[in-house]
């Protein structure tokens, strides 16, 4: 949505079908126009090159992998958390023109060195570029005692620091 009110051609894409008419409702009121794929990742846009990546993937650690359906596909991300954030990193710098740039949020949980180095193997040019501490939300609260058991948080820690990674495709 922003994208598109900055005069950007978006197209995005969602594995959920209630994300997307979620996102049709928002588009319609704003009076915006997206292109809206339905699939998972990159596959409904195979072999399109863009200007600008940008992804908010699924990036809490959970007990399980990723549900194939429900709410919680929206966030849990498998043990590590990087379940999506890993295909994303192999996957989407192949997909930006050389010289564009790949953007990721994800929280500090799921390992921003681990987005980083997997983004420089790809061949990019990486940085973090903003960070911003907030309160766990209540899917983050649910799991604190569990976090802590893992070491992913010291104890008591109840705020977590969301991270966006930067990625150039060098020319
Ligand atoms: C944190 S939410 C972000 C929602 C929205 N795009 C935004 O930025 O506000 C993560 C989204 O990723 C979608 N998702 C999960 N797995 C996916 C996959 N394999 N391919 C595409 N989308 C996926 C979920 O359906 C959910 O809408």
Redesign the pocket.
Known sequence: MAAAARGARVT?????RR?LAAAAANLLLDRRRVRLRH???LAPVAGARFDLITA???YVPSRSA?PRRGIA???DAGRDGRD?LDRICADAPGAARPRRVLLVVQSALAGVSATCAALSRAGLLVGVVARRRQPFGPVMTARAAWFEERGLIAPGQREEELVVVRGVRPL
């Open positions: 995005a894409v969602d594995v959920s994300a699939g998972d990742l908010n993937p699924p990723p596909r929206s966030w999506l």
